[in-house]
Structure formats: C-alpha cells, structure tokens
C-alpha cells in the first residue's frame, strides 16, 4: 500500500523522500471516501455490509525484490500474496479474495506461470481466501507480480496506524532480523551448516503473516494501533509514530533476535541489531497495547511470541533507542547503520 | 481482467493460446467464492452488503500498451482508469473505489508521477469514485501502471457474459474502429488535416467508458449478456459466445463505422471493416438484447447510439459474418484479416 510507497530496497524518485510523495499524491487523490485510505496498510471501506471491506495492493518486481533464481515460481507466489496477507493482518481483518496482475515476458514457459499460480492459490487457500480474477499483461522487462487482497472486519475492530497513545507499550510478534540475517548469508555466500538448522532457514526464507496474531488482537481490542513490519523496525515505527502524532523509545535489550542472526551476524562481521533494526521484510505486527492490556496479549499470542520492546511517547521525545549500555540515541527511519 | 489474458496487442506465452491459459489458470485456482470469478469483465463478490462488489485489474505497460512519448502523464492516467471503468460498466456496476499500483524506473521525474494520478484522479472522479490506495515499486524496465477498481451492483442486476439466449439481438454502443483507425493514421505519419476534425481525432485517442450506458441496460433488465470491446469484436465475441455456449451474426452492412474511418482507411489502403472488427481498443459496449428490448434500449441509449449488429445463434451456427454482398463466411476471433 502507498504507506510503503517507495520500498526498502527501491531507491526515490528523483530524490524524493516517501513522505513527500505521498503527502503530494493525497493532495492530488484528496479527501478520500475510504474510512481509511492512503497511509495505512489497507483502505477501509464501508460498502454498507456486517464488515467493512480492506483492500490492500503489493507488487513484486523482479530484480529489485526477487531474483529469477532465488524462488521457484512457487515460493515467489506464496511470497507475493503472503506479503499482501500480511497488510490484511495489519488491520485485524480476515483476507477474503485474491486479484492477480501479471505482467510477463512472452518467453516466460507456461509451466512457470501455472507453478507461480499454484504457490499463490496455495497460499491464499491456507487462509481460507481465493483467487477470484486477475489480468495477465506482456513485458519486455522484468516480471511484474501485482496482488490485490480484499479482506473483512466488523466495524469496530478495525486497527489503523494511528490509533497509538503516549504511554502505550510497543510490542512485537515473533523475532526480528531473520530475513535479513539470511539473506545477507546467502549475499556473502556464508556456509550456514554450523550456524543454522535447515528448518531456521527455510522459516526465515518465507513470509509467516501473522494473521490470527492480528485478527485475535483486533477482536479482543487489545491493539490500539498496528502495522506489518515489511521496511524494517526503525522505518515502520516512524510510520506508526507518524500517523499516531507520538514519539517513542525502543530498548535494544529487549528486541527478540534469534541466536542464529547473533551466529550469522558474527561470522560476517554485522551488527544483529542493524539486521533487526533495519533490515527488513521481518512480515511481524508492531503493535501499540495500552500498558494494561501487555499481559493478556502476551498470553493471546503465546504461540508465536510477543515481545514488548518499547513504548510510545509524546511527539516532543522523538523516536529513540537505548542500545546496549543503555545509552538513548535518536533513530533515523533509515535505522541503527545510519547513526 | 483474465477474460482478456492477453491482450490483443499482448503476444502468447510460449504459444499458448488465450483460453488455454485461463483454463490452466482456472484448474488450479478450483472453484471460485466469487459469484463470478476468473473468466468475466469483472469478479462479483457478495460481503452481505445491499449490493454486491465488483473488481477488476488491468496494467498498462509501457512499450506494449502505451509510449512514453505517445501520451502526456496525465492523459495516461485517464486511460488507465478508463479502461478499467469500462469493465464495470460491462457487469451493469457503478464504480465506487480505486487503487493504483505502480512500477516505476528510479529515474522518472515526481512531475511525471503527480501528471499521472491527477489524471487518474480525474478520471475516477467524472465518475464519482475516488483513489483510496495504491503502492509504487521501483522497476528497471518499463513503466507500469496498475490499476484496480471496486464497484458495486444491485444483486439482481448483473449483467455476465454468459447470459445470452438463441435470437438474442447483438448491439453495440457508438462507434468501431476510430481507436485502430487513428492508431494506423499516426503509424503511417498520414496527414489527418482534411480527414477528421480535431474533435473527432481527441475523441479516437481517448477511452469512453460507457458506464452511464451499461448502468442503464442494467438497471432496465435489457441486457441478457454484456462486454466491452477491448481485444476488437472478433475476439470479444468469441468471448461472449463461449461464455453463453453459443454461435453468432454479424452483418457487416449494419456495424457502426465513422466516416472518418471510412476516409482514413481509403488513404492508407486498409480495410475499415477490419478496422471496425479487428482494430481493438474501441471499449464500446456489446450487448445480448432479447429482440422485444431492442427498441427499448436503443430509445434508452439514444445519446451515444446503440446500433444492433446481428444476432445470437445456436452454438452449432459458429461464429459468421455476413460481408458487403450479404455473402456469409466464417469468423476466426482473430478477426476479418485472417478469413
């Protein structure tokens, strides 16, 4: 969605900065007939239903965010709808429909298409959602894999950015960094037989979204704001701060970072915080409870994990991390490397 | 949408045909939870809500369905949210909502981008619908531009392709050919000056999306199956008739043609009935009317015509043409050219 509108890994148009860009399209699109529109992981849409509608939009692009080699055509279609999920989870809502807009070079075998068609039905079918229509257009370029999820949620439980409070706790599902960590082994070529079990890796090669994480934090009320982490923490929570008015502070000792990206990040001389700080594509929730809700949340999601590793502050504080030592430094949207 | 995997200007992949693609595409998708899925102008979706939803999706590709050179940023816009218009007046829809998803090379100026969604966003609102979200990925390649649009239609009031019944009058909205026709003018550098008038050239290059049209038909009960003409008659016919299991009559003495299609094709030696056929681009309405509605319908649509074309015929007829001297002949969906 335009909320992630230019991606980590794609540089700005002409210099521009993300914000810049969006604020100048919302003053093209203007007021918005969404509840919630431009900025937020999805649009919300009251189309008179038991549920408002979520529509959410995410293209894949090869060679800036996969490579041909790197996925089966399988895998990339789990990941193109997975991601897509993952905006849906960030609402609170269940994903309903799948579009599918392909752009594709015509010497692109059939067989790859039906097997990216596959690994998309598969995905969206592991979420009881479907794939309901789509368009395939021809490129003479890279391919271009565009997924539109449509999801739903009762009115009231829907969970924008910008709901956060100063005071709130910031939490997150799972662990952070493991996307990175792996692929900067796979990038410097790092024998992991030592570091990693093939079951950590093929987990941290995959988007995990965490949609019943989402949907049980929604129906309980337990979030007051909410995103997918798909830029990387110190980015994402910008964008939360942002929309929130807040400010906030992260505690680096607090952060959950698997022993493998310690492992990996030593062998190749990184820094595990830069990778669970701003490495990206981590597919988590960040998630603003209200400090008394922390416990029954905690206990909610117990299965995969929720780490309080911060709180929200007033806008005045900025948005900080105390590393290690316990020293506050103020974080950059681009992360830890760019202090 | 699928319906039109490949479009007319779109080459197969690996030599596969279109229809062997989507029933690839539609195996492995298995049954839809759309009311019409994969195969129509637009997927239907029922959320409990008094109407039900429309989608659809198409991308514009640069070098493939537009120049960068052929098309100021914002006229690009129209028509990318044009034709998409087109296939929700197609269903008999009211577009409601747009998302925009965009792949762009690092280098395109922010003007560029700002022309682009203020035509969008004009576009969207001539019809009282709005952009509510999109997403912009960085691309080394080609533009693309994709856009997705959610409408909405009374239940009872759909109009599928797979609708029409032996006897069915064939009609169509306005006019064939000027898109091929205009398109052929400047491919040829051919000197339109005392051949159509500037009005009639803006009118050729842009995209009318008979939404008011296909609203009305539907809202009447007059349409029993309807499409747009984005691929050319001869195409989208076959796709009406495949999807109602019927054949097919067109008199070519009776199809709509300018005179400046007439005039255009006469200088460059082309053929105005192909044009008219097999130009594509002409996103007219073709329309499966009960033979007691036609006047009724052709009185409803007076402003932008309606003109009956030939008629529906059992399946066993095949799709025909009868030419200039009333002489029948067989008509591939590739059109008039390749009798």
Not at 23 to 39: F, N, Q
Not at 152 to 159: I, L, Q, R
Not at 243 to 265: H, K, N, T, Y
């Amino acid at each position: 969605m335009v909320a992630k509108i230019l991606p980590d890994r794609g540089g700005p148009i002409e210099g521009m900065g993300e914000f810049d860009l969006i604020d100048r399209i919302r003053r093209i699109t203007g007021p918005s007939s969404a509840l919630m529109g431009i900025g937020d992981d999805a649009a919300v849409i009251d189309l008179g239903g038991p549920e408002v509608l979520l529509a959410t939009v995410d293209m894949q692009v090869q060679n800036v965010h996969f490579g041909i080699e790197q996925y089966a055509p399988a895998d990339l279609g789990r990941r193109a709808v997975a991601v897509n999920l993952s905006d849906i989870a960030a609402m609170g809502g269940t994903p309903r429909h799948v579009l599918v807009s392909l752009a594709l070079p015509p010497d692109i075998p059939a067989t790859w298409v039906e097997e990216l068609y596959q690994g998309m039905a598969t995905e969206a079918g592991d979420w009881d959602a479907d794939i309901i229509g789509g368009n395939i257009s021809r490129i003479q370029g890279p391919i271009c894999v565009d997924v539109i999820i449509l999801g739903s949620v009762p009115p009231g439980e829907v969970v924008p950015r910008s709901g956060g409070r100063p005071g709130d706790l910031l939490a997150v599902t799972g662990s952070l960094g493991n996307a990175a960590a792996l692929r900067s082994a796979v990038e410097h070529a790092l024998d992991l037989d030592d570091l990693a079990s093939p079951e950590w890796i093929a987990s941290a090669a995959s988007v995990h979204p965490r949609v019943r994480e989402g949907r049980v934090l929604a129906r309980l009320h337990l979030a007051h704001a909410m995103l997918d982490l798909s830029d990387g923490l110190a980015g994402d929570l910008q964008h939360l701060c942002r929309a929130s008015g807040l400010g906030a502070e992260i505690d680096a000792r607090r952060l959950p970072i698997d022993d493998q990206v310690w492992s990996i990040a030593a062998a190749l001389g990184l820094d595990a915080l830069d990778l669970a700080i701003s490495g990206g594509e981590d597919y988590e929730l960040l998630i603003a409870l209200g400090s008394q809700d922390a416990e029954a949340a905690c206990e909610a999601l117990a299965s995969v994990g929720l780490h309080v590793i911060g709180r929200l502050e007033p806008a005045a504080h900025g948005i900080t991390l105390l590393d290690w030592t316990g020293r506050r430094h103020s974080m950059p949207p681009s992360g830890w490397t760019h202090f």
